[in-house]
């Protein structure tokens, strides 16, 4: 760390960053409301699930209703948002989106890194708000699985989000201490790999933010296609990691691309890794109903 770096202390956390998890929240009331979540983990947005329950319906019963069930199989394939594909790449092309046009040339080994003007301290991406956002999303996402607990669908999806922030952070450190590059306030390029102590690539903290937001984008994108716009979160955090100078655009992008694969990872898990790891009293929750 050099002293241009260490001589700016963040000030105390900024609204936005309430802002942005007050977003979230949003985004997920209706989501706990739904009775539909009640039963086993997941099992709400199961296929599998819907199936059986439609198979066990009597006979008169289906012949009333074949032809709306008809129907809705008929538009699940338009339904654009349940492509796995579109998790990576809506991300994707919403971050490129977001970022305005850079200053000078590219360089690096990926040919896209660049350093951005450094942000006005008491800005809307001051890294006051970086950190409030940081503290704000462990706070939010530890209080969801202990509140829950695993046994519903919402409190199982927050164990899930537990599981990916988790072991993405470990992941991300070990890649920082691996490749050990040069942040951009540094001054030394992007091509600056394997120099002393320094950890830009990739970024943690964007890690954080994908690895929290994709399982329940994951989960509840069949039903709920507004809980996308929780992407703006790590797309706030990426943006902002590049205008304080503390990290390059492939930094960023790899952290997004961390946080989301183990976010992935983690949602195909019936049982969440932290629910074995972990005493077991800890997953109960310390409500039954939310």
């Known amino acids: 760390m050099t002293s241009r770096f260490t001589s700016a202390r963040p000030g105390p956390p900024r609204p936005l960053a309430t802002v942005l998890l007050a977003l979230f929240v949003v985004l997920l009331a209706p989501i706990a409301r739904a009775r539909a979540d009640d039963g086993s983990p997941g099992a709400a947005s199961s296929p599998a699930s819907r199936s059986s329950t439609e198979s066990s319906a009597s006979p008169r019963q289906t012949g009333a209703s074949s ?9 699940k394939p338009r339904a654009w948002w349940r492509r796995p594909w579109v998790l990576p790449t809506a991300g994707l092309v919403a971050f490129l989106t977001a970022m305005r046009i850079h200053e000078g040339t590219s360089h690096g080994p990926f040919g896209i890194d660049y350093r951005l003007t450094r942000q006005d301290k008491n ?10 956002l940081e503290y704000g999303t462990v706070a939010f996402e530890a209080a969801g699985a202990l509140v829950l607990g695993n046994h519903k669908g919402l409190g199982h999806v927050f164990w899930q989000a537990a599981d990916s922030s988790v072991f993405a952070g470990f992941a991300a450190d070990a890649l920082k201490y691996a490749f050990r590059r040069a942040r951009p306030f540094q001054g030394k390029g992007p ?12 970024s943690g903290e964007v890690t954080l933010q994908a690895s929290f937001v994709t399982p329940f984008i994951l989960h509840y994108r069949h ?6 716009a929780a992407e703006l979160l790590p797309i706030y955090d990426a943006y902002g990691r590049m ?9 960023v992008l790899a952290g997004w691309i961390l946080g989301s694969a183990f976010g992935y990872w983690a949602s195909q898990r019936k049982i969440p890794l932290l629910v074995e790891i972990l005493p077991r009293g800890v997953s109960v929750g310390f409500v039954k109903d939310f």
């Open 243 to 251: 205008r304080s100078q503390g990290h390059w655009q492939s930094d």
């Open 191 to 202: 091509n600056a790999f394997f120099d002393g102590m320094s950890q830009s690539f990739p």
């Open 223 to 228: 039903r709920y296609p507004w809980i996308w």
């Open 123 to 132: 800005g809307i991406l001051s890294r006051s708000n970086q950190l409030g």
């Open 67 to 75: 032809q709306p069930k008809a129907h809705k199989f008929r538009l």
